[in-house]
T-cell receptor
């Protein structure tokens, strides 16, 4: 079966750095996405990795290791507005997105 | 309009009633999707359409049907609603190029079946 695992909830302090991990087992791999979802809102795109390595985009970075079936999302200089759920999703061999349950990130002052 | 719109925003429905959730996009995307999102679970794909005139079943299609008569619209119908269909429903679309499939989401419809 296909499976994506990420922690249910994490807490971090404003101004700090947090790393959200995602491990996956899917039938084929055509890329990994991270989405942000604020409570009561729709998911919005954050990043896409298809090759191994680190992709940096401002305060957010995403890392991929295909051999380990592993990714992480790194958030720097945390702000209160970063309080949200972060969804990991893998594009499988049929080009369908398989979604993790999401990690709820709580930022404390 | 710009992006994806969904209607209604929320709905309370009696069990056994028929209901159609509407979704319209103006980005000329080929592919469209319907997901449901339940607390503690990831987004689960109900149905999808890779191009106008074609549809496919996702992970949880039972009790739902879709149609794709044109590029812009992708309605989701619950023929006879049941309480287990209480959920938040998101419509999404993508360009559907082979190597990249960023999906853009509508604002969602919160459905309660009593």
């Amino acid at each position: 079966g296909q499976n994506i695992d990420q922690p249910t909830e994490m807490t971090a302090t404003e101004g700090a750095i947090v790393q959200i991990n995602c491990t996956y087992q899917t039938s084929g791999f055509n890329g990994l996405f991270w989405y942000q979802q604020h409570a009561g809102e729709a998911p919005t795109f954050l990043s896409y990795n298809v090759l191994d390595g680190l992709e940096e985009k401002g305060r957010f970075s995403s890392f991929l290791s295909r051999s380990k079936g592993y990714s992480y999302l790194l958030l720097k200089e945390l702000q209160m507005k970063d309080s949200a759920s972060y969804l990991c999703a893998v594009l499988d061999s049929n080009y369908q997105l398989i979604w993790g349950a999401g990690t709820k990130l709580i930022i404390k002052p | 309009i710009a992006g994806i719109t969904q209607a209604p925003t929320s709905q309370i429905l009696a069990a056994g009633r028929r209901m159609t959730l509407r979704c319209t996009q103006d980005m000329r995307h080929n592919a469209m999707y319907w997901y449901r999102q339940d607390l503690g679970l990831g987004l689960r794909l109900i149905h999808y359409s890779n191009t106008a005139g074609t549809t496919g079943k996702g992970e949880v299609p039972d009790g739902y049907s879709v149609s794709r008569a044109n590029t812009d619209d992708f309605p989701l119908t619950l023929a006879s609603a049941v309480p287990s269909q209480t959920s938040v429903y998101f419509c999404a679309s993508s360009v559907r190029e082979a190597s990249y499939n960023e999906q853009f989401f509508g604002p969602g419809t919160r459905l309660t079946v009593l």
